[in-house]
């Protein structure tokens, strides 16, 4: 029975790696809620690890820190971005490029993750 759910996620995972993935990232994310900047709340501290990124309607993530989630979940970082992007997943700015937030006192460039994608995949309708 064990064995056999390991090889049923293991096909899951391999025949839509972009969907495996973000959900992953969404769960890692969900569960460190606290690690995101909230502009609302100035006041809070930085984690000791550094901010994740801002999560308001969208979920918008440092490229560095994606690219670690990623890699530590048997992902291909590029191979992922490319096919969010393909997928139209992500929200890009005029110019093509990753929006950029402030987080903290810094701005930075985030893989943002629209909305309405999350809300599908929460709802098992992506």
Same mark, same amino acid.
């Given at each position: ?7 049923a996620e293991d096909v899951e995972k391999s025949a839509d790696a972009g969907k495996s993935a973000l959900k992953?990232?969404?769960?890692? %994310? ?28 969208e979920c918008a993530v440092i490229p560095a820190v994606l690219s670690d989630i990623l890699t530590k979940n ?35 460039? %985030? ?16």
């Amino acid at each position: 029975d064990t064995v056999y759910k390991l090889v049923a996620e293991d096909v899951e995972k391999s025949a839509d790696a972009g969907k495996s993935a973000l959900k992953d990232l969404y769960e890692y %994310c969900v569960s460190h809620q606290d690690n995101f900047y909230d502009k609302q709340d100035s006041d809070k501290h930085q984690p000791s690890r550094g901010w994740l990124g801002v999560w308001e309607d969208e979920c918008a993530v440092i490229p560095a820190v994606l690219s670690d989630i990623l890699t530590k979940n048997g992902y291909e970082p590029k191979a992922i971005i490319r096919d969010w992007n393909q997928k139209g997943w992500l929200i890009k700015d005029k110019s093509g490029d990753n929006p950029k937030f402030t987080i903290g006192k810094e701005r930075t460039r %985030c893989y943002v993750i629209k909305a309405d994608i999350l809300s599908k995949l929460t709802d098992n309708r992506l």
